[in-house]
């Protein structure tokens, strides 16, 4: 099995640094949970570049304010294959993880229905227009 391609992207880091805050790669949902604790995947660092795989699923959690009263957020966000980042949803307050939970699963079953076909090329055609590309194809042939 070929390894997944990987793409540097810029995790951000949501709410102040001075207060609990972490990104994660979803891999999974466990949908009889309505905590955080649903979410299962990889811990990444935020507020930095991270190499991770093109088309992952990824929430990014914070908090702001004071600590007797924090204000939580979080951001489910899909990586795309240029690096940059697709915000698909946002929640606020303390049911933040059952608000996201339904379309976390949405996206990852998404990805299974994803054609198994491997690509030989990487992101790095992104950069090229379409009519590039198809120019190219016809040279090729």
Do not use: C
Request: net charge negative.
């Amino acid at each position: 099995m070929e390894s997944p391609i990987l793409v540097p992207i810029d995790v951000p880091l949501v709410g102040d640094e001075r207060h609990k805050n972490w990104a994660k790669i979803v891999t999974n949902v466990d949908e009889s949970l309505q905590s955080g604790w649903a979410f299962e995947g990889d811990f990444i660092a935020t507020g930095g570049i991270q190499d991770v795989p093109v088309g992952s699923v990824l929430l990014v959690y914070g908090e702001r304010g004071s600590r007797s009263s924090p204000q939580i957020e979080a951001r489910l966000l899909k990586v795309n294959s240029d690096g940059t980042l697709s915000n698909v949803s946002n929640a606020k307050g303390r049911a933040w993880a059952r608000t996201l939970r339904d379309e976390v699963v949405r996206l990852l079953d998404d990805e299974d229905d994803a054609p198994a076909t491997e690509r030989p090329w990487g992101p790095e055609l992104v950069a090229y227009s379409t009519d590039a590309l198809e120019e190219e194809l016809r040279r090729r042939e």
